[in-house]
């Protein structure tokens, strides 16, 4: 057993008691919602390990660190995939929306190329409705995309 505990593997570490509620190294502010997870790093061994959830004052001034208990985390967790997942469905309909009207753009090119020229200009009122249901829906449907998928991007 080495005497100087800044390289020991975490084996050799003294055993403190840690609350079961509670997840290790992970601190946060109740004010401003900062969460700071500290490791421990063992230089030895290459082995890292969990810091522990001391409380502090907040970086931001605004108040203290509080341990973060392992309800807070699942909770988090969960909430964080639900909103992924809502994003992502989000997106898909977008998505979905944005190919279903290029099948109707292409649909509308292959009638009017279809069409002799040399003939009148009197089209099928279906082909100008699907036309101006195009035009109609494009804007909207860019945007819902373009809000789906996050800044900066397309």
């Known amino acids: 057993m080495t005497t ?9 570490q003294p055993v403190r008691p840690q609350r079961a509620d509670v997840v290790p190294g992970v601190v946060y502010c109740a004010r401003c ?3 700071l997870v500290r490791k421990t790093l063992y230089m030895l061994s290459g082995t890292v390990g969990a810091g522990d959830s001391d409380t502090e004052p907040c970086p931001n001034g605004c108040g203290p660190l509080w341990p973060v208990t392992w309800e807070q985390e699942a909770r988090e967790g969960y909430k964080c995939a ?3 997942f809502e994003r992502a469905k989000r997106a898909e309909d ?3 929306e944005l190919v279903a009207l290029k099948d109707i753009k292409d649909e509308c090119l292959r009638v009017r190329q279809r069409r002799p020229q040399s003939v009148t200009r009197i089209f099928p009122q279906d082909l100008l409705d699907a036309e101006a249901d195009y035009r109609n829906r494009k804007d909207a449907a860019w945007a819902a995309a373009r809000a789906a998928l996050g800044p900066n991007v397309l």
Request: charged share 35%; aromatic share 6%.
């Open 4 to 12: 100087d505990l800044a390289g020991a593997s975490p084996v050799d």
């Open 33 to 35: 919602h900062f969460r």
């Open 82 to 84: 639900d909103d992924l």
């Open 94 to 96: 977008a998505l979905r």
